[in-house]
């Protein structure tokens, strides 16, 4: 029976294989059906090539029932997991009418026809068949199982047909219901029972598969390429069934292998419906082909050969034992495996999540999280490289289906999430497969219950502590709209109030969990183009933070007059502690520079502050091109290894930004550069910015802003002017929103998950930063004043031994002239002076092995754990215009010690990474830690240091 599926059970031995009975855990049905009890929806027609036609829906019952009353009702799938009533021409169609004869049978069909595209052609889609009652009988969804929101079938899910049309299919084909199981037919049967022979006509015997002695082996059929190369061919082939996944539509068996190791001995049968277990010895014959490039016996549609018939043999066989599924492994190691069992015994972590609420799948890493190509490497060949080295490291966990809008979302709670970094403990046996571009971990059993995780990368309730006494952050809070897409097409927040309370929620408790006293915001409404004040979203966002946070008084920087005639309903914005910070004059916009370059993305934001201090510091929020679209010439883009499209736009943006920040920096040298920048840490745009003298303070941390297609990578940046750098105490990524699955999302549809926290509020994690801002030199900070402190801002332990304290006294009790007494002077208003730019990149180049970096990466490695609590010229570098601290100098100091006044030995330890730290012995002793500041001291021209304004003990 040529496109029919079916499966059949052969007799055990020592059994009788007799119409009806149970043989094998099934039933052979007798050639004959009993009439049917109950109308069921017996074939659909709904999608083909060209305009559809033909659409129809077909009742089959028992000849003579009468279906007055009876309706047919259409849903409408596109939110699967809230299919509304599809109301066009109208909610129902009655059936009526009494059931004519049919077959043999005993049952007749009636028919309902509809207009073209009166049947919805997308995902989970799907009709129900309604009794006089209002009760629904029969609820057939394609393309994915649906759940009801309104109409008779409110709260039921439906049942998949497990086939398709797609808008290829000829006109006159049709999905229909043979034996219980949907398939797809060439020739609609619209009128006449499906798969009648005619009236009192028995149909015709199948050969018995079972008996055949002549089978292909699996290997043949697999081939040692990428293909079938017995394509279009009918095969035979025998094995014992590794995994039933009714979801896909099919199952996988496995026979005792070829001996030729660059075949694999496992298949995919394309069978909806099919009756078989795992264990189960089947025979299975249909076409040899390639479905997503997966080899198959057997194919749904009735135009690539039609599904499989499979006799099952015997059951309770033997499993053949799993084969270690190597990572990282190419594309040629996986084939040699396609669809056996296998074992992945490689270390896996989560590295995306995308694609878990909608098809129940996870992405898994060897080796870590999967960079973004050209975060970690340059465009072009280096980048490339990554990605390909990513493709070995990846697999895919799938759920056995492929349905989308999984309910419940798999492995989720509201409280428990699975996040990036999380670690696999457990795995279990699956089936190794391919589709949609990716191999996939397919469940033995159909059901996504084998894969255990750990937590690797737990929820933390706040950003870390950047240390400081002011904090600036950025984050991108994904298109926080007050007016409502059901008002205005053009709004791209939420949908209804209740989605907008929910998202406000989410955002608020990441801008006061950021711990910031200012936050550069992205992808905030632009009230004009909607009639309404400019900040009308972002003053109500500010008055909620407010309202929420507790510790302080909340308020925002009004935008600035925009140069581009036309800007985007989106802009950037700042919001600010006000009991903490202040602003200094107006706020200013970048598009005063090369105004067209900004014409595709958001102008810059610019705004000056004062740090309780008075020290000044200006924060420019940014949101360059995106990478969405389609670009020519220098935006055009460049695929594997690329920048995304719209780079030659960014790029122009990025020195647009840098001549309005070195503009700003003539007023204040403090300047942060924050937001959204849509470029990795290695692409054009940061170039450029990194040239100006820019320095990317989040790149050397290990967690990333943004995940995307499953890698994970920085889009957004704090980059601090080098003055600014120099007061940097801190740095954190919170990984609050990109780890997290989007089923937390307020926009997500899956209500049971959502609650007004933190997590997912976004899909870009926050940052956040922590500067010791400077009070203007000749005020009271000169060390006289830090030494005689008690349990102040520089000594935040008065309990702790001074080592700094400890170490003048000592040093002056040995040597009365040092220099070191400058320290002690109360008149000199300077505290400290590390060595000059010269002498330091000396000291590097023999440190870093003659590669000097950058000044600034020099500056931060080789005086970040340097400590004031060594000998004289360690603590002193410098203190008289012209004396310098020498490269050899500093080597020779290795394991030097000093006794203080107070009895303590201090050692000094020149590393091999470059840091040069001075340890205190003592039990439970800290070291010391200078904190450079951002004043560089000159005599005429030339640097003889840097000011130091503080020195803390951590």
């Known amino acids: 029976m040529t496109g029919t599926s079916t499966v059949r059970a052969r007799a055990l031995i020592g059994c009788t294989a007799t119409l009806g009975l149970a043989v094998a855990g099934l039933t052979v049905a007798p050639a004959v059906a009993a009439p ?49 009533v599809y109301r066009s021409p109208a909610p129902a169609q009655p059936l009526g009418g009494v059931v004519p004869a049919g077959d043999a049978s005993g049952d007749g ?46 709260g039921r899910t439906s049942v998949d047909t497990g086939v398709a049309q797609t808008n290829s299919s000829p006109a006159g084909s049709s999905l229909q219901k043979v034996g219980g199981v949907w398939t ?103 076409p040899a082909n390639e479905e997503f490039t997966l080899t198959q016996v057997g194919n749904l549609r009735a135009d690539r050969g039609g599904p499989a018939t499979v006799d099952v043999c015997s059951s309770g066989a033997t499993v053949p034992a799993p084969t270690v599924l190597p990572l990282p492994s190419t594309p040629e190691q996986r084939e040699p495996l396609e669809s056996m069992l296998v074992d992945v015994t490689a270390p896996l972590v989560v590295t995306g999540t995308f694609g878990l609420e909608s098809f129940g799948e996870v992405r898994l890493s060897t080796g870590g999280v999967l960079p973004t190509p050209t975060d970690v490497a340059e465009p072009g060949p280096a980048a490339a490289a990554v990605e390909a080295d990513n493709r070995t490291r990846e697999i895919t966990v799938d759920d056995g289906s492929s349905r989308s809008g999984v309910r419940p979302v798999p492995y989720l709670t509201p409280t428990d999430s699975v996040r990036i970094g999380d670690p696999v403990v457990e795995l279990g046996s699956h089936v190794l497969s391919y589709s949609f571009n990716q191999w996939r971990l397919q469940p033995v059993t159909g059901a996504p219950d084998q894969l255990v995780l750990g937590e690797g990368n737990p929820r933390t309730p706040t950003a870390e502590d950047v240390g400081g006494d002011v904090q600036v952050g950025a984050y991108n809070v994904l298109n926080y709209f007050v007016t409502l897409v059901s008002e205005d097409s053009d709004a791209r927040g939420a949908e209804t109030a209740e989605a ?55 308020d925002y920087v009004r935008t600035p007059d925009y140069v581009r005639e036309s800007p985007d309903v989106i802009q950037n914005a700042i919001v600010y502690r006000s009991d903490v910070v202040t602003p200094v004059g107006e706020s200013l916009t970048g598009g005063t520079v090369d105004p067209q370059v900004w014409s595709n993305a958001r102008e810059p934001v610019a705004q000056t502050f004062a740090a309780p201090d008075g020290d000044l510091f200006t924060v420019v929020g940014n949101h360059l091109k995106s990478k969405g679209g389609t670009g020519t010439g220098d935006n055009a883009d460049a695929g594997v290894g690329g920048q995304g499209s719209f780079n030659g736009d960014r790029v122009r943006q990025a020195q647009a930004l840098a001549t309005f920040a070195g503009q700003l920096e003539q007023v204040d040298p403090d300047v942060l550069l924050i ?31 943004y995940s995307f297609d499953q890698r994970n990578g920085n889009l957004d940046h704090v980059l601090l002017s080098a003055a600014a750098a120099q007061k940097l105490t801190g740095a954190d990524i919170w990984e609050v929103n990109a780890a997290e699955p989007f089923a937390y999302q307020y926009s997500s549809g899956v209500e049971e998950l959502q609650s007004p926290d933190a997590y997912r509020a976004s899909d870009h994690n926050p940052s956040v930063v922590g500067l010791d801002t400077v009070a203007p030199l000749g005020t009271d900070v000169s060390l006289a004043d830090v030494l ?40 000199v208003a300077l505290t400290a002076f590390l060595p000059t730019d010269a002498a330091f990149m000396a000291t590097g180049g023999e440190i870093f092995r003659g590669r000097v970096p950058q000044e600034r990466v020099a500056y931060n490695r080789y005086l970040d754990r340097l400590g004031v609590d060594g000998v004289e010229q360690v603590l002193l570098g410098h203190v ?40 205190d012995q003592r039990a439970g002793g800290r070291d010391a830690l200078l904190v450079p500041g951002g004043t560089d001291i000159n005599v005429g021209q030339v640097q003889v240091g840097h000011a130091v304004d503080r020195v803390l003990l951590p």
Do not use: M
Request: one cysteine or more; aromatic letters at 4%; proline letters at 5%.
């Open 788 to 827: 005689g402190e008690v349990a102040g801002p520089f000594d935040r332990d008065d309990s702790d031994f001074d080592v700094l304290a400890a170490l003048v006294a000592a040093v002056l009790a040995e040597d009365p002239a040092s220099p070191v007494a400058v320290l002690a002077d109360p008149t």
């Open 675 to 705: 937001g959204d920048f849509n470029a990795y840490s290695r692409e054009d745009p940061v170039d450029v910015l990194v040239a100006a003298g820019y320095v990317d303070v989040l790149e050397p941390l290990t967690d990333t802003t």
């Open 109 to 154: 069909v009636r028919v309902e026809t509809y207009p073209a595209d009166g049947l919805q052609n997308g995902t989970a889609d799907g009709v129900a068949l309604v009794d006089p009652a209002g009760t629904v009988v029969d609820f057939v969804s394609w393309e994915g199982v649906t759940t009801a929101a309104d109409g008779p079938a409110a």
């Open 184 to 286: 797809v037919a060439t020739t609609a049967s619209f009128g006449t029972v499906n798969g009648s022979t005619g009236p009192g006509t028995d149909p015709e015997p199948e050969p018995d598969l079972c008996a055949l002695t002549a089978t292909t082996a699996v290997g043949a059929v697999q081939g040692s390429g990428a293909a079938t190369p017995l394509a279009g061919q009918t095969v035979t082939v025998r094995g014992v069934v590794t995994s039933d996944t009714p979801g896909l539509s099919g199952f996988t068996v496995q026979d005792g292998g070829d001996s030729d190791p660059a075949t694999s001995d496992g298949i995919f049968v394309a069978l909806a419906g099919a009756q078989v277990s795992v264990g189960d010895v089947v025979t299975v014959r249909g």
């Open 36 to 84: 049917s009890t109950t109308p069921f929806i017996s074939e659909i027609h709904y999608d083909n090539a060209g305009t559809d036609t033909g659409e129809a829906v077909e009742v089959q019952a028992a000849a003579g029932t009468d279906l007055t009353g009876w309706t047919l009702v259409r849903y409408n799938g596109t939110a699967p997991a809230a299919a509304v």
């Open 880 to 919: 008289v215009p012209g004396q310098t601290l020498e490269a050899a100098d500093v080597l020779a100091l290795d394991g030097q010690q000093l006794t203080t006044a107070a009895g303590t030995t201090l050692t000094v330890d020149v590393r091999a990474d470059g840091t040069v730290a001075v340890v």
């Open 500 to 554: 907008l309370a929910l998202q406000e929620a989410k955002i608020v408790a990441g801008i006061v969990g950021l711990g910031a006293d200012v936050v550069a915001l992205q992808e905030i409404e632009y009230g004009v183009p909607f009639g309404k004040d400019a900040d009308v979203a972002l003053a109500r966002l500010t008055a909620a933070v407010d309202a929420a946070d507790t510790t302080g008084t909340w």
